[in-house]
């Protein structure tokens, strides 16, 4: 009710748009980057997979430990997955590039120099040794 309260109905529309949206281009950046999108990114919930269990939870390890942004690891119909829940007003895009590994002009980044013995995700991780 706070949020409603505060945004009002446009503003909390504009918001979910806005939270959705960015979900979706973290979604389309890390399959461009060659990872398996676990889920229909239909709300702001990614779930995605960078390979066998273990290597996934050092991925998201890493992301954690960088800091540009955080996700945290599920389980989802038998898969070890990290999971981007953008729920933040304050997200941008710009963000979501930098969590990307690209810069705001869309240059380098995770689908731009992407190497097999060197997966890049959410935060940018620059390497993560398989």
Sequence with gaps: MA?????GRRGLA?????TCRHATRFA????EAGYEILNDVVINQ???S???????????AGIQADGTCWAGATEWQGHTAMRISVSSWATTEDDVERSLGRDAAGGG??????RLDE????????RVTS
């Design 3 to 7: 949020a409603l309260r505060s945004l």
């Design 14 to 18: 504009d918001l979910i748009a806005r």
């Design 28 to 31: 389309d950046g890390l399959r």
């Design 46 to 48: 990614v779930l995605v």
């Design 50 to 60: 960078f390979g066998d269990a273990e290597l996934t939870r050092r991925v998201i």
């Design 109 to 114: 980044g995770a689908a731009g120099d992407r």
């Design 119 to 126: 997966p890049r995700a959410c935060a940018g991780v620059s």
